[in-house]
T-cell receptor
Framework: NAGVTQTPKFQVLKTGQSMTLQCAQD?????MSWYRQDPGMGLRLIHY???????DQGEVPNGYNVSRSTTEDFPLRLLSAAPSQTSVYFC??????????????FGPGTRLLVL | DQQVKQNSPSLSVQEGRISILNCDYT??????FLWYKKYPAEGPTFLIS?????DKNEDGRFTVFLNKSAKHLSLHIVPSQPGDSAVYFC??????????FGQGTTLQVKP
């Protein structure tokens, strides 16, 4: 079990460029989410998905797109990168247990620098 | 509007003593609260959680307390060990893939 994997580990972009951050999980989890971590801000939810074909916005969705065509993959697209999107991005997956608790498992993160 | 707040950016304790990390929240709709631990250059890892219908949950050296009337929770680590040095995030669940995180508290445990 690889758990949650993210690629690339590190990326430098120029303002205006687009790119896709990849996320995959092999735990057959229903739910997947994307967060960004900025100093002093904790982790903020960008987008999440409750299953293949279903996505919704989180706290900070602007400038990002997602899709979920399979259970395993949940890519995050930056349409036109801006310096404000310099951050560390974490993907997470989870399932809902019978007790209702949902523990999220995180990937190792992607560090993005936008110049 | 920050729904989950950790007001102490850092905490330093001596090895063997108790570490107490605090977290406040504003939304009474949260159904679960979780603590995550994060080392540099790694993703957060789940530590312990508590349902909104309970007031205490223990797992080894870690205990989480929930005070619903005060909308406050705390994580107690006893005894603290140098390997516990990390950033600790409090998170609250709205269900279905949505966690709201606090800003994090950096814990340093001195040998």
């Amino acid at each position: 079990n690889a758990g949650v994997t993210q690629t690339p580990k590190f990326q430098v972009l120029k303002t205006g460029q687009s790119m896709t951050l990849q996320c995959a999980q092999d735990m057959n989890h229903e739910y997947m989410s994307w967060y960004r971590q900025d100093p002093g801000m904790g982790l903020r939810l960008i987008h999440y998905s409750v299953g293949a074909g279903i996505t919704d916005q989180g706290e900070v969705p602007n400038g990002y797109n997602v899709s979920r065509s399979t259970t395993e993959d949940f890519p995050l697209r930056l349409l036109s990168a801006a310096p404000s999107q310099t951050s560390v991005y974490f993907c997470a997956s989870s399932y809902s247990s019978s007790g209702g608790q949902e523990t999220q498992y995180f990937g190792p993160g992607t560090r993005l620098l936008v110049l | 509007d920050q729904q989950v707040k950790q007001n102490s950016p850092s905490l330093s304790v001596q090895e063997g003593r108790i570490s107490i990390l605090n977290c406040d929240y504003t939304n009474s709709m949260f159904d679960y609260f979780l603590w995550y631990k994060k080392y540099p250059a790694e993703g957060p890892t789940f530590l312990i959680s508590i349902s909104s219908i309970k007031d205490k949950n223990e797992d080894g050296r870690f205990t989480v307390f929930l005070n619903k009337s005060a909308k406050h929770l705390s994580l107690h680590i006893v005894p603290s060990q140098p390997g516990d040095s990390a950033v600790y995030f409090c998170a609250a669940s709205l269900g279905t893939g949505k966690l709201i995180f606090g800003q994090g508290t950096t814990l340093q445990v001195k040998p």
